[in-house]
Nanobody, 127 residues
Framework: QVHLVESGGGLVQAGGSLRLACAAS????????VAWFRQAPGKERAFVAA????????DYTDSVKGRFTISRENAGNAVYLQMSSLTPEDTAVYYC????????????????????WGQGTQVTVSS
């Protein structure tokens, strides 16, 4: 099992950028699929992006395609979410999640398939 800690959230103006980081502990991190989810006030947690074990496969929800980029650095046990052209609709708590169900080979969206979760980092985009 891996332990995840997010960082990089904050307050940014619309049109700005932020880079979130997810630091993982555990020597098998490179075998995990990792995803970012977000939860806006009054809404359910929603999938944002995912990356497979070697970074060769990624997936994005439609609303962030072309604006967000997920990447990973297995040597450093980290996954990143570069966010640009932010809008107030991107305001949410962002969570990093990981699963080893598929040995990291594929990406998947359902939150129920992710076994490890971070504590979340707040992203607020002002208009």
């Amino acid at each position: 099992q891996v332990h995840l800690v997010e960082s990089g959230g904050g307050l940014v103006q619309a049109g700005g950028s932020l880079r979130l980081a997810c630091a993982a502990s555990g020597r098998t991190f490179s075998t995990y699929t990792v995803a970012w989810f977000r939860q806006a006030p009054g809404k359910e947690r929603a999938f944002v992006a995912a990356i497979n074990r070697d970074g060769g496969v990624t997936d994005y929800t439609d609303s962030v395609k072309g604006r967000f980029t997920i990447s990973r650095e297995n040597a450093g046990n980290a996954v990143y979410l570069q966010m640009s052209s932010l809008t107030p609709e991107d305001t949410a708590v962002y969570y990093c999640a990981a699963t080893n169900r598929f040995n990291g080979a594929v990406v998947t969206r359902p939150s129920r398939l992710y076994d490890a979760w971070g504590q979340g980092t707040q992203v607020t985009v002002s208009s």
